[in-house]
């Protein structure tokens, strides 16, 4: 444990470009899925965060991404006219629009999701329960900034 706390550049660059295949890896497998609705990695990070959080807010998801109102309405545009999100008014304020997943982005996300699945459980499972923890705590810190 103690090497850890003198991490040299080259480790940290190594680590940054496991995380960058790891990311690539597990968001090419549904690729196949993506391409029979012409979808990108925009709409699937939309998906994910919208599945995970029903009910979000356009104002909640663009803060989420961290991407404009603009180029976060060509990707909903995209996914409300192929059925898979719904736009509901909030019941408390009109002028805001939750997002929800229907029936059909349901089905297409659990294709995507079973794409993605077989690939981080089978790197789970042949991880010891510690590692998978720690894994999990550093990629929490990651996210936070921390």
Known sequence: MK???YLKDEQIKDF???LFYAYRETFSDPKEVLSKKFFGPAHLRSLNLIERHPGISLSELMFKLK???QSLNR???DLIKS???KQVKDENDTRKKNLYLNKEGKVFFD???NSQ???IFNALKNSNSDSVIKFKEVLKK?????
């Open 83 to 85: 059925k898979m999100v």
């Open 3 to 5: 090497d850890l706390l």
């Open 117 to 119: 699945k077989k690939r």
């Open 75 to 77: 990707v909903l545009r």
């Open 67 to 69: 991407v404009t109102k």
């Open 142 to 146: 990651i996210v936070d900034g921390k």
């Open 111 to 113: 294709a995507v999701y």
């Open 16 to 18: 940054i470009q496991l």
